[in-house]
Nanobody, 125 residues
Framework: QVQLVESGGGLVQAGGSLRLSCAAS????????MGWFRQAPGKEREFVAC????????YYAGSVKGRFTISRDNAKNAVSLQMNSLKPDDTAVYYC??????????????????WGQGTQVTVSS
């Protein structure tokens, strides 16, 4: 069992930055691909970014590519999402998720085995 806890959300003006963190307990994350998803009010949860088990590959949704950076620190059992040049459309609850061994379906919610409770990110215009 893996417990994931997100932190770092908050209110920021458009153009600003936030860094989200996801801390894991219960098991090491070294066997898991890690993803970030988000869900805005009235919308479905959507893929944001993923990092492979090794950390050697990263993947991004087109809407955040070039602005967001996902990283992992297996020694700290944690994953981060650096978000720059934030836009009001980035407003959502952000969730981190763990996918045992990873795979090619990293954009799909059903691929992930564990989820955090989410952290709210609000970007004002």
């Amino acid at each position: 069992q893996v417990q994931l806890v997100e932190s770092g959300g908050g209110l920021v003006q458009a153009g600003g930055s936030l860094r989200l963190s996801c801390a894991a307990s219960g098991r090491t994350l070294s066997d898991y691909a890690m993803g970030w998803f988000r869900q805005a009010p009235g919308k479905e949860r959507e893929f944001v970014a993923c990092i492979s088990v090794s950390g050697g590959s990263t993947y991004y949704a087109g809407s955040v590519k070039g602005r967001f950076t996902i990283s992992r620190d297996n020694a700290k059992n944690a994953v981060s999402l650096q978000m720059n040049s934030l836009k009001p459309d980035d407003t959502a609850v952000y969730y981190c998720a763990a996918d045992l061994y990873g795979g090619t379906s990293y954009r799909e919610i059903r691929s992930y085995d564990y989820w955090g409770q989410g952290t709210q990110v609000t970007v004002s215009s």
